[in-house]
């Protein structure tokens, strides 16, 4: 009689452990030596308080649920996204926001593409500038204020997780945020993107 493999649950019980102790050394295990390297490798810049407040607007907004941020390293989206995503890129991304749904383009160049005039004008009526846009406007973020009460608690959050900002950067976080709309912020944010990781500007053209 030969042994049965699909029915034993002693078998089941050994490859699923086998299988998920391979997939941790493979995939978990590198990445706690990887990570304190990452950051010596990277071009990554710590974002500034206002540039943080438009990545939260960029959240609240569900701009991630219509744009991805994450360049796969294939040439049909090298030419027309840039530069691939890299693994020391994310190393302040809290939480990262690769996205899962092309409704619009990747967003990860995107601060090489335009003006900050055309972002303004392209949040406000998308329709004015591509007149077959299904984006909805964001006009209103315009109209309002952030609260720089909380900017530096956001901040201080953040270096508990590694991202090395200076005390006078948090001591001076609302100052640079004060009297500013979320859509300033918001601007701030896609005019960033891209940019740090970027050497040479040309590569986007
Ligand atoms: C319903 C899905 C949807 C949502 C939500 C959405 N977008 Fe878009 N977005 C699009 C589409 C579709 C395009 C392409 C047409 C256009 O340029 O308007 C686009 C284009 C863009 C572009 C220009 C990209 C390029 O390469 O030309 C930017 C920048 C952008 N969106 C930012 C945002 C931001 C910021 C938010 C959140 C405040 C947002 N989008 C929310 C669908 C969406």
């Not at 508990?160 to 601007?187: F, R, S, W």
């Amino acid at each position: 009689m030969t042994f049965n493999f699909t029915k034993s649950v002693v078998a089941f019980v050994i490859v699923s452990f086998g299988v998920a102790a391979f997939s941790f050394v493979v995939w978990v295990l590198p990445g706690f030596f990887v990570t304190p390297h990452l950051a010596t490798i990277s071009d990554a810049k710590p974002y500034s308080p206002l540039e943080l407040e438009g990545r939260d607007v960029y959240m609240s907004q569900g701009c991630h649920v219509c744009h991805t941020q994450m360049v796969r390293n294939l040439e049909a989206e090298r030419l027309r996204y840039g530069r691939p995503n890299k693994m020391e890129d994310d190393i302040y991304e809290h939480t990262f926001l690769w996205g899962s749904s092309r409704i619009g383009p990747d967003l990860t160049n995107i601060g090489l593409k335009y003006t900050e005039d055309w972002q303004i004008q392209h949040l406000k009526d998308p329709q004015s500038l591509v007149p077959e846009s299904i984006m909805p406007p964001f006009k209103w973020l315009f109209e309002q204020p952030l609260d720089s009460a909380i900017t530096a608690k956001k901040m201080q959050a953040l270096r508990k997780l590694g991202v090395p900002y200076h005390d006078d950067e948090i001591a001076n976080a609302a100052q640079e945020v004060k009297g500013k709309t979320k859509g300033d912020a918001l601007v701030a944010y896609l005019m960033s993107l891209g940019v740090d990781t970027h050497k040479n500007k040309k590569d986007l053209q």
